[in-house]
């Protein structure tokens, strides 16, 4: 995301809704705006009208400033965004005006009535996916992709366990893993969760809040550990999931809200891995590896994003406070125009 301010505006100075972040600090900083410009889009650059944008946990972090990157202020956040192409530039081919369409990435930020994004990463959106689901599948499918694929290179046969399978990226990956031929283990905080897990196509799902999970999901492996973790919370788990791995088993830390202390022999034994994952490095061929896998998940219907809570655009404190200090996600949260 770019500095809104940065964008060039449309010279009839048209304005729009948007959520505008002046200062780093807690969700009362999004605040809405009825006066900010609408973006122009350069020549290889779609306009789009927005109809939902999905919020993702590391625009909480962005917008506390505690995460790495932090975008010049004021800034709009969103990278996720569906909706119809509004005006395309004068070099894009790709797209026409009117046209459904979803986003891995805008420039201008997604949580506003319009928003522009590179041509590169724009893509229509499938007729039998809800805007709402085209707001769902951006960063969590990609996340997904790489952190299963790219980074911990999970094979057909191993078995992947999914630490905190309810959420968008959690969905994200039971769908994916099913797909690779994985056994699918996933672990969910209430009886909701749980049961989504099971209904997106996990063989086996335990409830990460009870004292003695680990021990049913080793028992569930006949003793022999995961082959990957995939972890959402390594401040919590990465301790306990590091002994449920099996010989040269792979942890893929997507998520992290602190610092964790582990015990290196734990790795040694075993000759596991600790796999960051990080979706802003992945490089352009990787990403349009991972784009011609989820295409190929939307044509045969294994991919189908499943939408948690919606909140209006007016609402998008509401929906960063939830996000973070809820009970337990149960689908993907979205914004909706």
């Not at 044509?299 to 609402?315: A, I, N, Q, T």
Request: hydrophobic residues 40%.
């Amino acid at each position: 995301m770019l500095n809104i301010f940065s964008i060039n505006t449309m010279k009839s100075c048209r304005v729009m809704k948007a959520v505008c972040v002046s200062e780093f600090g807690g969700p009362e900083v999004l605040r809405l705006q009825s006066d900010v410009p609408v973006p122009t889009p350069g020549r290889r650059q779609v306009l789009i009208r927005v109809r939902a944008c999905g919020v993702n946990p590391v625009e909480t972090y962005i917008r506390a400033g505690t995460y790495a990157r932090r975008p010049p202020l004021p800034y709009t956040p969103g990278s996720d965004v569906s909706g119809e192409v509004q005006e395309v530039g004068e070099e894009v081919t790709s797209f026409k005006a009117g046209e459904r369409v979803f986003t891995t990435a805008t420039l201008s930020g997604g949580y506003a009535e319009l928003c522009v994004a590179e041509e590169a990463s724009v893509f229509r959106l499938p007729a039998g996916l809800s805007p709402e689901q085209g707001a769902a599948l951006g960063v969590p499918y990609c996340t997904a992709y790489r952190a299963l694929v790219t980074r911990a290179h999970a094979k057909a046969g191993e078995t992947v366990l999914i630490h905190g399978a309810s959420g968008g990226v959690g969905v994200a990956a039971v769908q994916l893993g099913r797909a690779l031929g994985l056994r699918v283990l996933g672990t969910a905080g209430t009886r909701g969760g749980l049961d989504l897990v099971l209904q997106q196509g996990a063989h086996q799902v335990f409830n990460h809040r009870e004292e003695d999970y680990t021990r049913k999901i080793l028992e569930a492996t006949g003793g022999a550990g995961v082959d990957v973790v995939l972890e959402m919370l390594a401040n919590l788990n990465l301790g306990a999931d590091l002994q449920m791995l099996r010989q040269g088993g792979r942890v893929a830390v997507v998520g992290s809200r602190g610092s964790v202390e582990i015990n290196p022999r734990d790795t040694m034994a075993k000759e596991s891995s600790i796999l960051g994952v990080a979706l802003a490095s992945a490089t352009p061929e990787e990403r349009e590896e991972c784009m011609a896998a989820l295409s190929t998940g939307m044509e045969e219907g294994w991919l189908r994003p499943s939408v948690g809570r919606c909140y209006p655009l007016k609402m998008a404190a509401q929906a960063h406070q939830d996000l973070m200090e809820g009970p337990g996600a149960c689908g993907k949260t979205v914004l909706t125009m």
